[in-house]
């Protein structure tokens, strides 16, 4: 039920939903969120002064009667939802606060209850772009209950921001975490999101945050340790998607650094590992048995599969650093007009990585390599765009079959006379 209604409040919660938030929200994610703190704070003329604000105990403690009067849905049934209680050891404890636990509706609900600060904040400092705005630099940048707002002083954040925000949450039933709401210059630095900001001079560099790198070392130790007795190769296949997603995740950031400390730390972790194990042996033997030469790199630690597979453990420093394209601000996926951005938002992703490749090889090939429109070849030279049948404001997704290649030309005549020209489901398998 909650799903069902879920697919109609959505495209409510994204038209209504403040500019710079961007938690919970389709096709936006951290990245996103820190590529606008740096358009916020990297120019030479930008505040230098942040507030660091966190709501406490958000999700439990957003008010009921303000759901029920303001999320335009049934009340009915968000007052069942918001009211069901939840179990816990068999025995069921009231729920008079909060949104529902666990629940798919719950990320939208507390979006819909914290969108607004953002035109608050506008009407009060200035509508961005404008001479007031000029004067306050204030500036938001939400994810979920983290935000971010700029200003161009200490005392206009502490004395003028500050009671706006305590005011928007108290009338939610929220209020800020006293110890976490910081005010902060941005030459001392302040963690967002698992990573660093901070001004060295005139230059704002992003770099992964300590207590990130501090807390994702811990992990890599703890699977090492509770690994001691088994095959290299299980070590690596239970350490390489941990490292993967953990440098994918700081790749579009200042972090090759990072990425050499981490590669150093965790070889230090392994060459204990396999010196407990064989403590009998020279320490040559152990690096000739785990320790392979991998392209221009000697010392990777490898272990062989019973397939007879050999497997290398990831490096993070190998992750390219890749600046991320940040989404346009107001652009909403349910709306007709933003359809082609959001198109070539997905033909970017699946160009820089190699599953995007894969799945344009296999649409390529599944329509015979050729255009459904004009029936002529998609090469690199004619170049393509992907395009969705069922377009996504009508109900359509990113699943294989809803997909098809065009020529840019042919892209762009399409949804130039989209009311009245599509592409049927029989021409994408011409």
């Known amino acids: 039920m909650q799903a069902l209604y879920l697919l109609a409040l959505e495209?409510?919660?994204?038209?209504?939903?403040?500019r710079n938030s961007y938690?919970?929200?389709?096709?936006?994610?951290?990245?996103?969120?820190?590529?606008?703190?740096?358009?916020?704070?990297?120019?030479?003329?930008?505040t230098q002064w942040v507030m660091e604000g966190d709501i406490k105990g958000c999700f439990d403690n957003i008010s009921h009667d303000w759901l029920i009067t303001n999320v335009p849905m049934d009340k009915v049934v968000l007052r069942k939802w918001l009211k069901a209680?939840?179990?816990?050891?068999?025995?069921?404890?009231?729920?008079?606060?909060?949104t529902p636990q666990g629940?798919?509706?719950?990320?939208?609900?507390?979006?819909?209850?914290?969108?607004?600060?953002?035109?608050?904040?506008?009407?009060?400092?200035?509508?961005?772009?404008?001479?007031?705005?000029?004067?306050?630099?204030?500036?938001?940048?939400?994810?979920?209950?983290?935000?971010?707002?700029?200003?161009?002083?200490?005392?206009?954040?502490?004395?003028?921001v500050k009671p706006v925000v305590e005011a928007f949450m108290a009338e939610r039933g929220l209020s800020l975490a006293v110890e976490k709401t910081l005010f902060t210059h941005v030459s001392e630095g302040f963690d967002f999101l698992g990573q660093n900001?901070?001004?060295?001079?005139?230059?704002?560099?992003?770099?992964?945050?300590h207590k990130n790198v501090k807390a994702f070392l811990a992990k890599v130790k703890a699977l090492v340790e509770a690994n001691k007795a088994v095959p290299a190769s299980l070590l690596i296949e239970r350490l390489n998607p941990v490292?993967?997603?953990?440098?994918?995740?700081?790749?579009?950031?200042?972090?090759?650094?990072?990425?050499?400390?981490?590669?150093?730390?965790?070889?230090?972790?392994?060459?204990?590992?396999?010196?407990?194990?064989?403590?009998?042996r020279c320490k040559r033997w152990v690096k000739d048995k785990y320790f392979k030469r991998v392209g221009p790199r000697n010392w990777v630690f490898s272990g062989l599969q019973l397939s007879g597979k050999l497997l290398h453990l990831l490096y993070a420093s190998d992750t390219p650093i890749k600046r991320h394209t940040k989404i346009k601000a107001e652009a909403n996926p349910y709306a007709p007009?933003?359809?082609?951005?959001?198109?070539?938002?997905?033909?970017?992703?699946?160009?820089?990585?190699?599953?995007?490749?894969?799945?344009?090889?296999?649409?390529?090939?599944?329509?015979?390599?050729?255009?459904?429109?004009?029936?002529?070849?998609?090469?690199?030279?004619?170049?393509?765009?992907?395009?969705?049948?069922?377009?996504?404001?009508?109900?359509?997704?990113d699943a294989m079959d809803n997909l098809v290649l065009l020529h840019p030309n042919c892209h762009r005549q399409l949804h130039s006379?989209?009311?009245?020209?599509?592409?049927?489901?029989?021409?994408?398998?011409?």
């Open 417 to 430: 006379v989209a009311p009245v020209l599509s592409i049927e489901r029989g021409l994408t398998k011409a």
């Open 337 to 397: 007009e933003d359809e082609m951005y959001f198109e070539q938002r997905l033909e970017y992703a699946w160009r820089r990585s190699d599953e995007g490749k894969r799945k344009t090889l296999t649409l390529w090939l599944g329509q015979s390599k050729r255009c459904p429109m004009c029936k002529q070849l998609i090469t690199f030279e004619t170049g393509w765009n992907i395009h969705h049948v069922i377009e996504r404001h009508k109900g359509g997704s």
């Open 103 to 160: 629940g798919i509706i719950s990320p939208v609900l507390a979006n819909l209850a914290l969108d607004g600060l953002e035109k608050e904040l506008e009407s009060r400092f200035g509508q961005r772009n404008t001479k007031a705005s000029y004067k306050t630099k204030v500036n938001y940048v939400r994810y979920a209950d983290d935000f971010v707002i700029t200003g161009i002083s200490k005392e206009l954040l502490e004395n003028e």
């Open 23 to 46: 938690g919970f929200r389709p096709h936006r994610s951290t990245a996103d969120a820190i590529e606008q703190l740096f358009i916020n704070l990297s120019r030479k003329h930008s």
């Open 85 to 98: 209680g939840y179990m816990e050891s068999g025995r069921l404890s009231p729920t008079g606060a909060g």
């Open 243 to 280: 490292i993967r997603g953990w440098s994918n995740y700081h790749r579009p950031i200042v972090a090759k650094q990072t990425f050499n400390y981490v590669d150093y730390r965790i070889w230090k972790l392994l060459w204990r590992w396999c010196r407990r194990r064989h403590g009998n």
């Open 197 to 209: 900001v901070r001004k060295y001079g005139d230059k704002l560099l992003i770099k992964p945050a």
């Open 11 to 18: 495209p409510v919660s994204e038209t209504t939903a403040d």
